[in-house]
């Protein structure tokens, strides 16, 4: 036993020792805590909608008066026409479109069960399931004071018709397993260009390679490549799968995929090769990756709406190209989406890729000896 507690007090003093070690442990909990805490949370607040609202008469005005009482929900838009409705769902600018229709209120004032219609989002069927209930409780608060009102017993007089576009079935995996080819995408691509340079150094064979006539550049790209074959590899296993074994519609355009895929990898690369320049050892090399992976994947949105992120966070999603490829890969598998649609999530990935090479080949250059 006392030599297990010498054992463990020598590493815990070599540990500590090291400044760059006792940054690892230290900054990376603080950080992913300061994150999961702001980003990570399934609560909706401010929810985009619309209303379509073709009645007009008291009870409707008096339902919308309860959305507008409602901390869930902002009202962005009142439409006058059925084909205002397919650009605000298309562009993410409304998450649900309600419908009230040009008899509600006759209805109720006969007595009868009127209906009301939500369009929903259906493409991160968490975050619409989510809103449904918010609505649903809107429309069962408004049931209830209806009946005070009018002095009947309370029952469901007004009924909820939803519509899911996108995503009809509300189905989870759909929404999910596109995600994860960017995940683990990330994650190989990460990982492998990482260890790269810090394997070299760790096994003594990096002054070799210097002795080589191969100029830095040159060692730089021999140890990208490996990091981007692997990561189209898996990511082509993952979309067979998908599409083969979890029946996930592929209705976009495979190119436009396989172009955001080529971006994402390559900005992949490059904050691996940069982790792998600054890292002595393959553990350094790994705390880094794990460093950068987590809050890469909480401020993509993979999970959690972007729009429920404090206003820094979302600022600082920007930066994150896992964000944009999450956007091609669901936009191509559930809209259908083309080169043209996705325009706006290439080029900042593109930017990624050339500034985070260019710099990982800066550190290389200048922590060869």
Do not use: C
């Not at 209906?115 to 429309?139: C, E, H, K, V």
């Amino acid at each position: 036993m006392r030599y297990i507690l010498a054992l463990a007090i020598k590493e815990f003093l070599a540990l500590f020792r090291d400044k760059r070690s006792r940054l690892v442990i230290i900054g990376p909990p603080i950080m992913q805590l300061i994150i999961f805490g702001f980003a990570a949370t399934y609560d909706l607040n401010h929810v985009p909608i619309a209303i379509y609202n073709q009645d007009q008469g008291q009870y409707s005005r008096d339902f919308i008066s309860h959305i507008e009482g409602s901390t869930n929900f902002d009202i962005i838009k009142t439409i006058n026409h059925d084909s205002e409705i397919p650009p605000l769902i298309d562009n993410r600018d409304a998450l649900i479109v309600i419908t009230i229709g040009p008899n509600f209120s006759a209805d109720l004032n006969h007595r009868h069960h009127a209906s009301i219609q939500a369009i929903l989002d259906g493409r991160n069927s968490n975050t619409a399931m989510i809103a449904l209930n918010y609505l649903r409780n809107i429309l069962l608060d408004y049931n209830r004071d209806w009946s005070e009102k009018n002095g009947i017993s309370a029952g469901s007089k007004i009924q909820l018709e939803t519509r899911s576009w996108y995503n009809e079935n509300l189905r989870s995996q759909w929404f999910i397993i596109p995600g994860i080819v960017g995940l683990l995408t990330l994650v190989v691509t990460l990982i492998v260009t990482a260890l790269s340079v810090a394997r070299e150094r760790e096994e003594g064979t990096f002054d070799q390679l210097l002795v080589t006539p191969m100029r830095p550049i040159e060692i730089l790209l021999g140890k990208a490549i490996p990091g981007i074959v692997i990561g189209l590899v898996e990511a082509s296993f993952i979309i067979l799968v998908a599409v083969l074994l979890f029946d996930i519609p592929l209705r976009g355009n495979l190119g436009a995929l396989y172009l955001g895929l080529a971006l994402f990898i390559l900005s992949a690369t490059g904050l691996g090769l940069m982790i792998s320049a600054i890292a002595v050892t393959q553990q350094q090399a790994v705390m880094g990756a794990f460093l950068l992976l987590v809050p890469a994947v909480i401020l993509s949105g993979f999970s959690t709406p972007i729009a429920n992120m404090p206003e820094a966070l979302q600022w600082l999603t920007l930066l994150d190209p896992l964000r944009y490829f999450l956007i091609i890969v669901r936009g191509v598998f559930l809209e259908g989406d083309s080169y043209l649609l996705l325009f706006n999530q290439y080029w900042p990935m593109a930017i990624i890729g050339v500034v985070s090479l260019s710099f990982a080949g800066w550190l290389f250059r200048h922590r060869m000896y």
